[in-house]
């Protein structure tokens, strides 16, 4: 399974940005797919989760409310619309798919699957 990242950039506070994930190989229903960042000097950390019908989304408390996960199925898509951004966001982004479980679960150890990442800057 591969989980390509794309969508980041350099964008001002307040801006919008919207990444996107695609899975392609062996990939079967029912996986979750999540979204975590890691900013520089800093421990990667949980973002925002989705279960595969979508019924089951988690989020961060530093992101409720200005960032939303969604997912297309046909395509093997996730995507993260980011809102309201603030310098704080600025990160590396990554996707990560877990097709063991299908709890929503908000650490790294629990996906099975990662992409690359896509830088995000959100300048003052």
């Known amino acids: 399974v591969q989980l390509q990242a794309s969508g980041g950039g350099l964008v001002q506070a307040g801006g919008s940005l919207r990444l996107s994930c695609a899975a392609s190989?062996?990939?079967?229903?029912?996986?979750?797919m999540g979204w975590f960042r890691q900013a520089l000097g800093k421990e990667r950390e949980f973002v925002a989760a989705i279960s595969w019908s979508g019924g089951t989304i988690n989020y961060a408390d530093s992101v409720k409310g200005r960032f939303t996960i969604s997912r297309d199925n046909a395509k093997n898509t996730v995507y993260l619309q980011m809102n309201s951004l603030k310098p704080e966001d600025t990160a590396v982004y990554y996707c990560a798919a877990d097709f063991t479980r299908t709890v929503v679960a908000d650490t790294a150890l629990e996906y099975d699957y990662w992409g690359e990442g896509t830088q995000v800057t959100v300048s003052s």
């Open positions: 190989g062996r990939t079967t229903s029912g996986y979750v």
